[in-house]
């Protein structure tokens, strides 16, 4: 990874705005405000609209797929207990700005991590995402197909040789006792079980992409489906292992009214470790690249923490 969320353009507030009265007449005079960074895209606020605006030309090359993506997306979880994100205004490149661009009507709620955990209703949550993660994973995947969307090789195997190429740098930011922890996985000494069926998969199920009410803590809707595509159904359940309390991915699974493969619990076991060490390695480079963001590593190295605590191949 070099450069990770690089951008290869400038923007700032007075562009936006140049940007925005020139495509959208009725926005003519709107102040752009900076709601946030992430690796791909930079998003501002707009009278009641929210822009994402990409950071660099890949981004923007993936954004008509994303769109028609988006659309399947939202027909098929309609009606669901989680809300779905609609794209309502392209925008075109222009001399401000020299990518497509998207604008959408905010959804209601702050990510799940956003507020105390105390104040999270995670069974409300838990048996939210079962239900919809049920309904995504049951789609015919042909239109998804036919409209782009990546085919991933998530099998265990390929997690674990992910890892193995990194397994020094991981090692290097553990602490002592989560090193030690680790070291069988690392040394690549456990065995990996058999991969699993494809489904599709929204790959990138974490806490900063489940939207919840701040006042009552309970989910208002899913976000983020710029990864989906055709996968291991584990996938989406990799964050429900590490990233909440103790039993959270149970009371998920109670509400997954999906058909479930026999291995599918020991494949949500391993890659959920082998991702929370994996991913403790991007976050440092990461924020090597961006020393303006705040730093995550207090929180995936807690992720790590819960993964090995609560694995049963690492027992």
């Not at 789609?139 to 998804?144: K, L």
């Not at 085919?151 to 989560?178: C, H, I, Q």
Request: net charge negative; charged share 25%; hydrophobic share 45%.
């Amino acid at each position: 990874m070099t450069d990770p969320g690089r951008a290869d353009r400038p923007l700032d507030a007075a562009r936006v705005r140049r940007v925005l009265s020139a495509q959208f007449p009725d926005l003519a005079g709107a102040e752009p405000v900076f709601a946030g960074s992430g690796w791909d895209n930079d998003v501002y606020r707009a009278a009641g609209w929210m822009f994402r605006f990409p950071r660099r030309k890949e981004v923007a090359d993936l954004f008509d797929r994303e769109c028609r993506v988006q659309e399947l997306v939202a027909a098929r979880l309609a009606g669901g207990p989680l809300a779905v994100q609609r794209y309502k205004r392209m925008g075109t490149p222009g001399p401000d700005f020299p990518y497509p661009f998207l604008g959408y009507e905010p959804l209601a709620g702050v990510a799940a991590d956003a507020i105390p955990a105390p104040r999270l209703d995670e069974d409300a949550l838990a048996e939210a995402l079962g239900r919809t993660l049920a309904r995504l994973h049951t789609a015919d995947p042909q239109p998804y197909q036919a409209a782009g969307v990546p085919t991933y090789d998530e099998s265990p195997a390929v997690w674990a040789a992910g890892l193995a190429k990194r397994a020094d740098a991981v090692a290097s930011l553990l602490p002592d006792d989560l090193r030690d922890r680790a070291g069988g996985l690392l040394r690549g000494e456990l065995e990996a079980p058999p991969p699993g069926p494809s489904v599709v998969a929204h790959a990138d199920v974490c806490p900063d992409h489940l939207l919840v009410d701040p006042e009552t803590g309970r989910p208002t809707a899913i976000i983020d489906f710029g990864d989906l595509g055709l996968a291991d159904p584990a996938v989406d359940f990799l964050a429900c292992h590490h990233a909440f309390s103790s039993g959270f991915l149970e009371r998920v699974l109670a509400a997954y009214d999906a058909p479930r493969d026999a291995g599918l619990e020991a494949r949500i076991d391993f890659c959920s470790v082998v991702g929370a060490l994996s991913w403790v390695d991007d976050c440092a480079r990461i924020e090597a690249a961006r020393p303006d963001r705040p730093t995550d590593m207090p929180k995936h190295l807690r992720w790590v923490r819960n993964a090995l605590e609560r694995s049963r191949i690492m027992a």
